[in-house]
């Protein structure tokens, strides 16, 4: 199995652009999670999604902030308009109903300028 | 706020010692569980307790949980240079399947 991938794995912007991150989850997993990562907080929770539909999104800093998860395969996480305390490593994680595990992509390191 | 929070932040160890990372957490859990994270890279699961049990053991690594102390600790036996990374618990608190990561023990093993 190829695990969770995510794309780009690095992106740098400059402030008030869009960005897009990636993710696609293990097949027949029907749990998707994206985390942020900073030193400072720590790992949070952003959002996370069952069977393609968002179940929780109150981690989700403020409105700039966007998913969507169109199929079982895919997942984007959207950021419009980007700020430098936006930057962080985010991730996307997946997990099978029942088994409580979490598998987590490589993440993607975003440099907002 | 962080449900759970590992001790101590940063460990150095030689090759061969015993690792030992704690983890307090605040309110009732389903189960806990400690992931690996390399430099650079994602998490990994590498272990899950639940509630009802007090030890589990998977190969180096040993878990103990004391549900009454709101408490678990991570004891890595024989401990590796490519055991360096830091380590996280994440408490499964709810029926929905989130996780709450502490901030992480650094772990250094050195050859």
């Known amino acids: 199995d190829a695990g969770v991938i995510q794309s780009p794995r690095h992106e740098v912007t400059e402030m008030g652009q869009e960005v897009t991150l990636r993710c696609k989850p293990i097949?027949?997993?029907?749990?998707l999670f994206w985390y942020r990562q900073t030193m400072m907080r720590g790992l949070e929770l952003l959002i996370y999604?069952?069977?393609?539909?968002?179940?929780?999104d109150s981690g989700m800093p403020e409105d700039r902030f966007s998913a969507k998860m169109p199929n079982a395969s895919f997942s984007t996480l959207k950021i419009q308009p980007s700020e430098p305390r936006d930057s962080a490593v985010y991730f996307c994680a997946s997990s099978l109903g029942g088994q409580r595990t979490q598998y987590f992509g490589p993440g993607t390191r975003l440099l907002v300028l | 706020s962080q449900q759970g929070e590992e001790d101590p932040q940063a460990l150095s160890i030689q090759e061969g010692e015993n690792a030992t990372m704690n983890c307090s957490y605040k309110t009732s859990i389903n189960n806990l569980q400690w992931y690996r994270q390399n430099s650079g890279r994602g998490l990994v699961h590498l272990i899950l307790i639940r509630s009802n049990e007090r030890e589990k053991h998977s190969g180096r690594l040993r878990v103990t949980l004391d549900t009454s102390k709101k408490s678990s600790s991570l004891l890595i036996t024989a401990s590796r240079a490519a055991d360096t990374a830091s380590y996280f618990c994440a408490t499964d608190a709810s029926s929905n399947y989130k996780l709450t990561f502490g901030k992480g023990t650094l772990l250094t093993v050195n050859p």
């Open positions: 999604f069952n069977n393609n539909v968002p179940i929780d």
């Open positions: 097949s027949g997993h029907d749990y």
